[in-house]
């Protein structure tokens, strides 16, 4: 009778401790999981905030102060959602070259999954496939003048605060998205140069 009972104590005992193994072992793969997204996510907002502005510091390259006319100012779109400009930077080579190319940040809809993306298009052409930036949901623009006051007055704007919503689907939740929020200001650093300031 006794060695029955300590049969089933150590049935009992190994069952619990194997239990405690297995939760211990998916807990782990959960969390590296979790560590992974999460890593993902923080470098891909890196990566848009170094494109953002990089894009926004070629604002008016090779334009001069006086070169730009009042019907064709350096920023010809500067809503709070799009920005379109001109310069003599080439996005898709990262160049300066000898003819004048539009740039322009829009906000669209995707046609998959990805819910929205934000388009960087040069010439009305969309770059690809540096120019579709994904996983953003919400994209709000405000512009600066060279004294720091917000303007709606597209030839003084010297600089812009960009919000953008990033949006992922949560592996664990799919009914909860996860969202992250970047805020940052890029300055038109050319303008800048051309001021002297």
Same mark, same amino acid.
């Given at each position: 009778?006794?060695?029955?009972?300590?049969?089933?104590?150590?049935?009992?005992?190994?069952?619990?401790?194997?239990?405690?193994?297995?939760?211990?072992?998916?807990?782990?793969?959960?969390?590296?999981?979790?560590?992974?997204?999460?890593?993902?996510?923080?470098?891909?907002?890196?990566?848009?905030? $170094?494109? %953002?502005? =990089?894009?926004?510091? /070629?604002?008016?390259?090779? @334009?001069? &102060? *006086?070169? +730009?006319?009042?019907?064709?100012?350096?920023?010809?779109?500067?809503?709070?959602?799009?920005?379109?400009?001109?310069?003599?930077?080439?996005?898709?080579?990262?160049?300066?070259?000898?003819?004048?190319?539009?740039?322009?940040?829009?906000?669209?809809?995707?046609?998959?999954?990805?819910?929205?993306?934000?388009?960087?298009?040069?010439?009305?052409?969309?770059?690809?496939?540096? $120019?579709? %930036?994904? =996983?953003?949901?919400? /994209?709000?623009?405000?512009? @600066?003048? &060279? *004294?720091? +006051?917000?303007?709606?007055?597209?030839?003084?704007?010297?600089?812009?605060?960009?919000?953008?919503?990033?949006?992922?689907?949560?592996?664990?939740?799919?009914?909860?998205?996860?969202?992250?929020?970047?805020?940052?200001?890029?300055?038109?650093?050319?303008?800048?140069?051309?001021?002297?300031?």
């Amino acid at each position: 009778m006794g060695v029955m009972l300590d049969v089933i104590g150590g049935i009992i005992i190994g069952g619990t401790l194997l239990l405690m193994v297995m939760t211990f072992q998916l807990q782990l793969q959960e969390n590296a999981s979790r560590l992974y997204y999460t890593g993902s996510m923080i470098s891909h907002m890196d990566e848009v905030a $170094g494109i %953002i502005n =990089h894009v926004f510091s /070629m604002v008016g390259i090779g @334009y001069g &102060k *006086d070169q +730009a006319t009042e019907n064709e100012t350096v920023c010809m779109v500067a809503t709070e959602n799009t920005i379109k400009f001109r310069t003599f930077w080439d996005y898709e080579k990262d160049d300066i070259s000898d003819t004048a190319h539009t740039v322009e940040l829009v906000l669209r809809d995707a046609e998959d999954d990805w819910g929205r993306v934000l388009n960087v298009i040069q010439d009305g052409v969309i770059i690809f496939p540096m $120019g579709h %930036i994904l =996983h953003i949901e919400d /994209m709000k623009l405000r512009y @600066y003048n &060279k *004294d720091d +006051a917000i303007t709606t007055n597209r030839k003084d704007i010297m600089s812009a605060e960009v919000l953008l919503t990033f949006r992922r689907e949560s592996p664990w939740r799919p009914d909860q998205p996860l969202r992250s929020n970047l805020q940052m200001k890029c300055y038109f650093m050319n303008r800048y140069l051309q001021l002297g300031a």
